[in-house]
C-alpha cells in the first residue's frame, strides 16, 4: 500500500540504497530539461505562494538527505542518541534555496546521494536495527531513517514532476534500471 500520492511504498523498498541512487540522474534531468525548455526563471517560481518551486525542492532535497545521512551516523556512533527536528520551511527561506545555481544543486544532490547510498551499502544486519530516539519520544531505527530518505527523494522527484506537468515521464515506474 502506498504511503502518499508519490507511489512510494516502503513494504516494497527492499533496498533503499538503490532507489536513492536512481535519483541522482532523475532530478539532474529533471532541472536540466526545465531550465532548457523553460528557461531558469521557471525552476525559481514558485507555482503558488505555499508552494515551492522546482529548484527550492531540489535543494530542500539535498539537505534533506544530507540530514538524514547524519542522523544515521549518529545512531550508529551513539546509543540511542536523540534525534532533533528540523524546521525545513525556515531552512529553504535562510538558505536561500531559490538563488542557488541549478548546475551546484543537482552536483550536491548527486554527492549527497553517493555518500548516504555507499553508507547505507556497508551497514551489517545488526545496524540497519540500531535506533535513535525522535523528537516525539518514539525509537527511530535506521532502517526506518533510511526508508524515510527514500521516501524524501521520491516524493519531491514527484513534486517536481507535478510542477512540470509531466509526471508520467518522470515516474519511478517508467525509469529504467541503473
Do not use: K
Given at each position: 500500500?502506498?504511503?502518499?500520492?508519490?507511489?512510494?511504498?516502503?513494504?516494497?523498498?527492499?533496498?533503499?540504497?538503490?532507489?536513492?541512487?536512481?535519483?541522482?540522474?532523475?532530478?539532474?534531468?529533471?532541472?536540466?530539461?526545465?531550465?532548457?525548455?523553460?528557461?531558469?526563471?521557471?525552476?525559481?517560481?514558485?507555482?503558488?505562494p505555499d508552494?515551492?518551486?522546482?529548484?527550492?525542492?531540489?535543494?530542500?532535497?539535498?539537505?534533506?538527505?544530507?540530514?538524514?545521512?547524519?542522523?544515521?551516523?549518529?545512531?550508529?556512533?551513539?546509543?540511542?542518541?536523540?534525534?532533533?527536528?528540523?524546521?525545513?520551511?525556515?531552512?529553504?527561506?535562510?538558505?536561500?534555496?531559490?538563488?542557488?545555481?541549478?548546475?551546484?544543486?543537482?552536483?550536491?544532490?548527486?554527492?549527497?546521494?553517493?555518500?548516504?547510498?555507499?553508507?547505507?551499502?556497508?551497514?551489517?544486519?545488526?545496524?540497519?536495527?540500531?535506533?535513535?530516539?525522535?523528537?516525539?519520544?518514539?525509537?527511530?531505527?535506521?532502517?526506518?531513517?533510511?526508508?524515510?530518505?527514500?521516501?524524501?527523494?521520491?516524493?519531491?522527484?514527484?513534486?517536481?514532476?507535478?510542477?512540470?506537468?509531466?509526471?508520467?515521464?518522470?515516474?519511478?515506474?517508467?525509469?529504467?534500471?541503473?
Amino acid at each position: 500500500m502506498a504511503l502518499c500520492a508519490c507511489g512510494f511504498d516502503a513494504d516494497e523498498t527492499r533496498a533503499p540504497s538503490r532507489l536513492l541512487r536512481s535519483f541522482s540522474l532523475a532530478f539532474q534531468c529533471l532541472l536540466a530539461a526545465t531550465e532548457t525548455d523553460l528557461g531558469t526563471e521557471s525552476l525559481r517560481t514558485r507555482p503558488a505562494p505555499d508552494v515551492w518551486s522546482i529548484l527550492e525542492y531540489a535543494a530542500h532535497c539535498r539537505d534533506a538527505l544530507a540530514w538524514y545521512e547524519q542522523r544515521i551516523r549518529l545512531v550508529l556512533s551513539s546509543d540511542r542518541p536523540r534525534l532533533n527536528p528540523f524546521d525545513w520551511d525556515a531552512a529553504c527561506e535562510e538558505r536561500c534555496y531559490v538563488d542557488e545555481d541549478p548546475g551546484d544543486v543537482a552536483a550536491g544532490l548527486a554527492v549527497v546521494i553517493t555518500t548516504l547510498a555507499d553508507l547505507l551499502d556497508d551497514l551489517d544486519d545488526d545496524s540497519w536495527m540500531a535506533a535513535g530516539i525522535g523528537s516525539d519520544g518514539t525509537e527511530r531505527r535506521i532502517v526506518d531513517l533510511a526508508g524515510r530518505a527514500a521516501h524524501e527523494g521520491q516524493h519531491h522527484l514527484h513534486d517536481i514532476g507535478r510542477i512540470r506537468g509531466d509526471l508520467g515521464e518522470w515516474d519511478r515506474g517508467e525509469q529504467d534500471e541503473p
